[in-house]
């Protein structure tokens, strides 16, 4: 159910169990934090105990990323940082177990005994957190003139029933990669529409230049939801009303964009039958072995891309925004982490305190630089030493600034299965309007 | 007196693993459970109410006995095939034997992971052998199309679980007297013959217990699914297993995916049935 899963580059996708890479990254991280307790016990036995005990002690629960550093030594840093509050880190599996991590928030979240009191959370679980009552609505402390700071995108993501649930801390988002040396031949403008990038993919195929045209995901799957957002979206459409009471799949936007997608294969013939049962990595494979001209991927290709041992088409690829239709805007799908506050939590002062902390511009920065995720405030993507180490990321706030929430509702978890299953079912059969019609009523009875 | 408390750690931890697991999911198949919603209610039949006029669990139930069916009978015959092959005294025997055996070791995520390359609608063995045999005239995508995913999936099993059949077969093949064989040669019997009116009815227990134990197995398919295709395309591989999977942990739905897992419980008891009545036929038939 994530989109940042495959962020470890070329690692094997690992089947909803913590790989054994992660199992002793986690032992040694494990020891490692009993070494330094017990040196810290055998220091802090003097005038640092004394001061800790009137620090308000917290927990920060999290899917376990691993950069060049972990979520252990920002918590440890932020720590040090002051003397008024003492975080606890829960490490939570990896984001590649993302239903794991899911199951293991909802537990805690559910026994309402304010542990965690700070947690991170996929953009795609807020509104049911928030329609839960288990995420404590931050407007006080954080008014609408405070917001500025953020990408749009990912500020309605982060809000449900028109309260903020939660403060947006880093992100990721669906975007068009394209082989510019190909392009060169074939006119050298990124297309901006579907239908020139299709024409487009169709003329370098049949020139023999590449084999496929265009790459996707259509596999029955969470991602095949987030490349349905998209085409949806650049076209006007929508998959919930705004209210998010009812569906519009099965209107004219959405069928259209769908039936755009279909067309790739049946008719276009840009995109080989396969998509159907590809998720990220197998459409990611053949791009970077030089085999296809455009696709639509999240930005962990990117450094693949340029990997010399990984890839053949190492400085030939450009990352635009995605197509559109006519009179539509180019949309992407958000997907990221994002932070919340336990509404049970007995500390909320200084769960507030870790939450901004967090979410702060520096350690946004750090974050940028350690772990290679991008930040959610648009400002950063200006800084000089963000432009230097991560260029890639730099060069994202285009396409970031078209970041689309998936449907926000409490029942997500339901309407996604439903979109696989019909979508799919709809790019198999051809039979789109029908087969939208049957969604329509499907996610109407789960919203509704 | 004692022995009863003698029996009681055995009891008590059999009820805890076993016993109370059953009674709680049945439990909660009669309430609307939900982590999401902080539901908790009892709600009587309901929830079967909707199993019985959900289509997408009535798809995944044909999908399930269409997969256990054809799995256990292509392993049986196969199993049989191999297990007959491995009877025989022949050099190297000892090593066939152990060599059979691999599939069966791996783990299925290893095997599913493996299936997935090589049937890959690109780069895939499978296709590049059977364009070059001219065979077929372009890729075919196995697990892309409504067509062939499932049937990718059951050759994959196939592969996996033949030889536990084989295994179990030999030792039944084994017990047959080989006085019984030496006798039916003696009055002219050829191999056919000896194999079907000699070895074959007095292995059909074992087949009958081999083929219970691979048709429960069968309908508990869970890994190769959820690795290969997810359920898709177009819930075309989607299996009561992959299926109360997604109720249970993705949509947190407790109450309702208790009642699917239930029905698969209630389904598998069936099949057992089946299986049992045949075998206490062939007992009393052989007694």
Redesign the interface.
Known sequence: ?TDMKKRPTAAPKP??HVTIADRRQFLIGSAGLLGAAAFGAGTSLGIGRARAQSRAEISFASAAFFGKETFGDLIKAFNESQDRVLVKNIELPPPSSS?EV??GL??QL?RRTGTPDVFSQDVIWIA?FA??GWALPLDEYFPADKRGAYFTGTLNACTYGGKLTALPWFMDSGMFYYRKDVLEKHGGKVPETWADMATIAAAAQKAGDIDFGYLWQ????EVLVCDAVEIITSNNGAILAPDGKSSLINQKGAVEAIQFLHDTIATGKIS???????DEE?SRQ?FTSGKAMFMRNWSYVYPIAQDAKASQVVDKVGVAPLPSFPGGKSSACLGGYQLGVNANSKQREAAIELLTWLSSTETQHRIALNFGLAPTRPALFQDAQIKKEQPFMASLEKVFTGATARPIT?EY??VT?AL??GI??A???GNVQAEMDALAAQIDKIVG | MWALLLLTPAFVSLASVSFYPIVNGLYLSLTNTSLITQEQGFTGFSNYVELWGDPQFWNAWWHTMWFTAASTVLETVIGLGMALILCEAFKGRGLVRAAMLVPWAMPTVVTSKMFGWLFDGQNGIINYILLHAGLIDQNVNWYGSTDTAMITIIIADVWKTTPFMALLLLTGLQTVPNSLIEAARMDGAKGWITFWYIRLPLLMPTLLIAGLFRALDAFRVFDLVYVLTGGGPADSTETLSTLSYKVLFSTLQFGYGSAVSTAMFVTEGLIALVFCLYLVRQIRRAG
């Open positions: 159910m089947v909803g239903t899911y199951q909802v537990q559910a049911g329609a839960a259509g596999k029955q799957a080989p039958q396969d998509v159907l049962s590809w197998p053949p409490p978890a339901k299965l696989q299953s799919s079912k790019l198999v059969s």
